[in-house]
C-alpha cells in the first residue's frame, strides 16, 4: 500500500536532486551577472572608464589641439589688431617737437624763427608739456632766467628758452587749442609760411647744400607733420 501511494504522487513532490541544484545556482548565477546591466542606475563599463588610450586621446589630445589652435589664432588677431601705428598723433608730434627745437638752433636759413615758439606750444606732446608745466620745468627756466641775466646767450639758445617760458604761463583757454582743429590749422599755416621763406629766399639747389640740408629737412619734416595731424 505504502509503495502504491509513493509511485502514485506526482513528480513536483520527489526530493531535489544534485542536477536541479546545480541548474539553480547556475540561473541564480547568471541573473545575479546580468542584473546590474539591466538597472537604470549601472556605473559605465570597465572599459569605457579606465580605457587609457581614449581618455588621453579625448583629454589631452583633441582638447590641447583645439585649444593650442585657437589660442594661436586669437594671438594672431590680437598681434594684428594691437600692432602699433608708426604714424599716430604720439609719434608725429615727437618728430615735429624734434624737428622745431632742430629748426631754432640751426643755421643756413632766413627764415623768421620766432614762429617755431607757438608752433613748438600748439605740437609738443602731453608729456613734454606736463613736464615743463612741472617742477623740473620750472626749475630749468628759473636757472636759464639766472644764466640769462649774468651772461650773454646768442640768439639760438635763447628761442628754447622763450618756447619754455611760453608754455609755462600760456592760460587754459590758449591751451585748449591743442589736439584740435583749430590749433592744427594754424600750426599748418605757420609751417606752410616757414616752408615759403625758406624755399623762397634760397634756390632749390642751395637748400640742398651741405650748409642749408639740415635746415631744409627740418621744414620738410614741420610741413608734413602738421599737414598729417590735420587730417
Not at 513528480?11 to 551577472?33: D, G, K, V
Not at 589641439?65 to 590680437?78: C, H, L
Not at 613748438?120 to 606736463?130: D, I, R
Not at 590749422?185 to 605757420?190: A, D, E, G, R
Request: with cysteine; net charge positive.
Amino acid at each position: 500500500m505504502a509503495m502504491a501511494m509513493l509511485l502514485s504522487s506526482p513528480a513536483s513532490a520527489s526530493p531535489p536532486t544534485a542536477l536541479s541544484h546545480l541548474n539553480r545556482q547556475q540561473q541564480s548565477s547568471i541573473s545575479f551577472i546580468h542584473l546590474p546591466s539591466l538597472s537604470r542606475s549601472s556605473p559605465p563599463s570597465l572599459s569605457h572608464t579606465f580605457n587609457p588610450l581614449r581618455s588621453f586621446i579625448g583629454h589631452h589630445g583633441i582638447t590641447s589641439f583645439s585649444k593650442s589652435n585657437t589660442g594661436n589664432r586669437n594671438a594672431a588677431f590680437r598681434i594684428l589688431c594691437y600692432a602699433p601705428a608708426p604714424l599716430t598723433t604720439s609719434n608725429l608730434q615727437w618728430i615735429s617737437t624734434v624737428s622745431s627745437i632742430v629748426l631754432m638752433l640751426a643755421k643756413g636759413t632766413a627764415v623768421p624763427k620766432s614762429y617755431i615758439v607757438p608752433l613748438f606750444a600748439l605740437q609738443a606732446p602731453a608729456g613734454v608739456v606736463s613736464w615743463i608745466k612741472g617742477r623740473y620745468g620750472v626749475w630749468t627756466a628759473f636757472l636759464a632766467l639766472l644764466i640769462r641775466l649774468f651772461f650773454y646767450i646768442p640768439g639760438e639758445l635763447e628761442l628754447p628758452f622763450l618756447a619754455l617760458l611760453l608754455v609755462m604761463i600760456a592760460p587754459y583757454e590758449a591751451m585748449k587749442l591743442r589736439h584740435t582743429k583749430e590749433g592744427a590749422v594754424v600750426s599748418l599755416l605757420i609751417a606752410v609760411y616757414l616752408a615759403f621763406q625758406h624755399f623762397s629766399r634760397t634756390s632749390l639747389q642751395q637748400s640742398f647744400d651741405q650748409g642749408s640740408i639740415v635746415a631744409t629737412l627740418a621744414i620738410i619734416s614741420i610741413t608734413v607733420v602738421s599737414l598729417l595731424l590735420l587730417l
